[in-house]
């Protein structure tokens, strides 16, 4: 080898070495600076407390309330954080329906712990979901208000609108699965991977990383520590205010929380599989029978083309049991819908249901 | 000219050198953090398996911790906490109802219907 060429070999190494550093610096810098990391990006105030649950209010730049607009309710799924509505600055979908001209609140389920196994489907519709319903109400003076769900927060809104249609102004679910005998999504990951094995009478709290174990069979290559620290590593040439946005979704992504045995339990044996109660009309909260045909206040489905968590074909099958219900399929993935680099048409398109007085299944 | 800033350049043997200390610099940084804050180690081991969760460790599955993934054979500890929150909320139905009753019955329509599903919801009974 000759001298230059052994120079030319010495200053890649240098290089090498130089940009490695520079990474490893930006990661320094980020994992040691402040930033949204699952506290929500707008200001709110807590309104109501039950066992974990928070009920947030939004605030707008002074501080207050926005108080004498329409009532919206954010129910995010209460196996995941609630934070996947209020991302960041700029890029929060609760924030965006507040700035439009709403008086927006927010379900914070918290975290279950040990006790919170026995938690089931009635706890959460006609326990927390519908009391955080009053609270709005009573809060408002609006004896109906506009309901927003995501995911399973979506199945928790839909059974509510359900048994307490007088309450529900306007609904609008986002990438939740009505049929469940559609193949794939995490219902059928879950069944694969022993949700069958949970038990009603004697639940566990099932651990976040089981939960998690479920979503990363539907994401290839996130259930693999040298491929996420691969893609972490090639991520760090980014800006380190980029990855500070990057963190902020991580800590929603991989902070799954544990899940109540007994709510999973019903879920699957109700929903799941081979059950199916939502289009066989079988559905029940505790001991009360779901009508479908009750939900007749005006209906927004909202299906993601690249869903693997919600194939949108069982979320679009809500056509089948409510048939006055919108159905509009975007393009982009579970997450990236709500709150991805294109979710502004979401939020548009959500704000623009809200904000219309007309649809419904009368009419009105 | 050419020659004068030549012998200005830093050498190869310098910029490794001056390399080697930004290398320290760096490595005295990450040791700052650890000794300074306790969140950086977990934060750390986080970004080492791929994430960037903060707040907390990344969820993985211990399996020395396998067993005490089983529900415990005694739960009547937990069967007693959830029932007292299945009463707060109870308590809460009762305070929201007097307050409503003390305003003129304004959003009386959101009570909850049946009233003994709450005390259903300990029964222990198949739901296959």
Redesign the interface.
Known sequence: VSEPEQERELEALLELSRRGRAKLERLHEVLTSPGHYGTGATPSTVVYRENKLRLLRLLDESGQPRAGRPAVLFVPAPVSRYFIVDLLPGRSFAGHVAAAGFDVFVIDFGTPTSEDRFADLAYYVDGLVRRSVRVVSRLTGQPAINVVGYCLGGTLSLLYSALYPETVARLVLLTTMVDGDVQGGIAWVAHRMGLEGERYDHPRLVPAAEVKSWFEMLAPGSNSVVGRVSDLWERLDDPAARLRDVRTMATWVDDVVPAPGRLLAELYQKFGPGRNGLMQGTATVGDRMVELAAVRMPVLSVSAEKDLIAPPEGVDAITRVVPHADVLRLPGGHVGIVAGRTATSLWQRTVEFLATSRGGADGA | VTDAKAASDPT?VE??LE?QR??QK?AM??LD?MVK?DD?LV??G???????????P????KPEAAPA????AD?R???V??AL??M??QL??LR?TL??LRNGG??K????R?RK??A???S?????
């Open positions: 190869l910029r490794w390399d930004q290398w760096t940084a990450y953090s804050n950086f934060h750390l986080n970004a080492m398996r791929g994430s960037l969760l903060a707040g907390k990344y969820p993985t599955a993934q089983e529900a415990p739960d500890l937990d069967q906490l959830f929150h299945q707060q909320g809460n139905d929201l307050e409503e304004k959003g329509s959101v009570k909850a049946p599903v709450a259903r919801k300990t222990r009974r198949s739901r296959g």
